[in-house]
């Protein structure tokens, strides 16, 4: 069995930063992906950054370009999410996702973690 486990939510005030942390323990022959998704009240989750572990490529919502910066510790199985210059409209939990092999003859699977409250006030 796999676990993600996220840290680093909080409340902050408009303009400041956070920086998230997504912990993969278990059964893990690989990690494929690791990545971050949000979902504020009301609205579907959408995708904030992923990162692919074995080159470092990265992917990021578009609106997020050049505020967020998403990274990983492979050693680790960790992954993490730099959120810079944050708004009232960041507020969301953010959740964290990775693919996972946790035997190398079954392929990669989702896991997801309970995910992180982020609340920034203006």
């Known amino acids: 069995q796999v676990q993600l486990v996220e840290s680093g939510g909080d409340l902050v005030q408009a303009g400041g930063s956070l920086r998230l942390s997504c912990a993969a323990s278990g059964t893990i022959f690989r990690v494929n992906t690791m990545g971050w998704y949000r979902q504020a009240p009301g609205k579907q989750r959408e995708l904030v950054a992923t990162?692919?572990?074995?080159?470092?490529?990265?992917n990021y919502a578009d609106s997020l370009k050049g505020r967020f910066t998403i990274s990983r510790d492979n050693a680790k199985n960790t992954v993490y999410l730099q959120m810079n210059e944050l708004k009232p409209e960041d507020t969301a939990v953010y959740l964290c996702?990775?693919?996972?092999?946790?035997?190398?003859?079954?392929?990669?699977?989702?896991?997801w973690g309970q995910g992180t409250q982020v609340t920034v006030s203006s």
């Open positions: 990162i692919i572990s074995s080159t470092g490529s990265t």
């Open positions: 996702n990775a693919n996972i092999q946790s035997r190398s003859w079954v392929p990669g699977r989702d896991y």
